[in-house]
């Protein structure tokens, strides 16, 4: 009721404010890197794994493409990211040695939990969870959890539980590095810290919200948007373009800005805002150069940059700057403005923010 709500208008909005403590209390117990973070038995299903394999619905979905370029670039370790429903009925190719990963908020979506029978039938045998509800079906069904601690989410669109998984993602990441012999002592505390000082990092993004309610209310009466971003950044817009279509109604899609060539670039007009996700990585001079693109066919540019992303606002080109560069952790950091800017333009638009028409928290059924 009200009283829970506090001083926000809507659950989405207080969980979009509780992550700071969202993932303080995940990552509460992580004082150093260890397999037993995921329970008693990692160690040696970790040892022996020599690739993963990661099942998902929905945002969740979005948590492991994330999850794969810090796997794949830290612990050098072969993954593959699909869709449960698809996978459930597709002809694959088993690999025992595989360690199979489902990623679910309330540990019962149906076809991740049919995805995660069909890989045990298969014969892959090793399997782990990130979850956010310890008592779930999920939970119980794999032979590793993690779970993290987003608290109960009542939005239909997820938030708290994206980042926390996140978090929970990397750290995976890291312990397979661990045990591959691919992180020493420096690089851990690096990570540690980095980790431990994000609350703080995400109270100052969370700052930026007045900034984005005056996008959104630009946002609000248009039709279509495109999201951008390239890397690690490119689950993040995707992520970013489902906030704003399930709960604003708005047609949104993401592409990795290297494709714009290839067919989105047609669609862009004034018309057609297109968002950016331009943190300073290695690929930001790629990602000015199709900026360039965009502006060249008149497209509004909004970007969410960082403290270094040398990006600086003009005509058409409307720059948010997210007060740190963060690194491998930047993802975390810029889902923050787009979930503000999915639920401030589905505000200016009277949506039913918390309970989407047609769309329901948990899919427990096919
Ligand atoms: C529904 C929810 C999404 C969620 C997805 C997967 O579509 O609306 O927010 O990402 O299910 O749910 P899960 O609980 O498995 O993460």
Redesign the pocket.
């Known amino acids: 009721g009200a009283a829970e709500l506090g001083p926000y208008r809507h659950y989405m909005q207080k969980e979009i404010f509780e992550q700071p403590r969202a993932i303080a209390d995940t990552l509460e117990n992580v004082t150093n890197i260890m397999p037993e973070l995921f329970g008693d038995k990692a160690y040696g299903i970790f040892k022996e794994i020599d690739s993963v394999l990661i099942l998902?619905?929905?945002?969740?979905y979005y948590a492991g493409l994330t999850a794969k370029y810090w796997i794949e670039s830290i612990a050098k370790i072969p993954v593959n990211v699909e869709i449960a429903s698809e996978y459930r009925y597709r002809d694959s190719v088993p690999n025992p040695k595989s360690l199979v990963v489902t990623?679910?908020?309330?540990?019962?979506?149906a076809d991740?939990l049919a995805a995660l029978k069909h890989a045990r039938n298969q014969g892959m045998l090793h399997t782990l969870t990130v979850c956010n509800v310890a008592t779930s079906a999920m939970v119980r069904e794999c032979e590793l959890a993690y779970i993290t601690h987003a608290g109960v989410e009542v939005g239909?669109?997820?938030t708290k539980?994206f980042t926390t998984q996140l978090a929970a993602l990397f750290l995976l990441a890291l312990s397979l590095a661990q045990i591959k012999g691919r992180l020493n002592d420096e690089q851990e505390a690096g990570h540690i810290k980095a980790m431990r000082h994000l609350p703080v990092a995400i109270s100052a993004v969370l700052a930026l919200e007045p900034q984005i309610i005056a996008w959104a209310e630009q946002f609000a009466a248009k039709e279509n948007a495109l999201f951008l971003g390239r890397g690690l950044h490119y689950p993040i817009a995707m992520e970013g373009a489902l906030k704003l279509k399930e709960i604003s109604y708005i047609h949104a899609e993401a592409y990795p800005a290297g494709e714009l060539k290839h067919g989105p670039l047609a669609l862009v007009t004034k018309e057609m805002p297109v968002v950016t996700v331009a943190p300073n990585d290695t690929l930001i001079e790629k990602l000015k150069s199709n900026m360039q693109e965009v502006r060249a066919r008149g497209g509004e540019l909004y970007v969410f940059a960082d403290a270094d992303s040398h990006i600086t606002a003009s005509e058409g080109i409307h720059v948010i700057r997210l007060p740190e560069h963060y690194g491998l952790l930047s993802p975390i950091l810029h889902t923050i403005p787009l979930q503000l800017l999915a639920y401030h333009t589905a505000l200016a638009r009277g949506t039913d923010v918390d309970k989407p028409r047609n769309?329901?928290?948990?899919?427990t059924v096919e």
């Not at 998902?56 to 969740?60: N, W």
């Open positions: 998902a619905c929905g945002t969740s990623i679910s908020q309330s540990g019962e979506t991740t239909v669109a997820s539980a769309l329901a928290k948990s899919v």
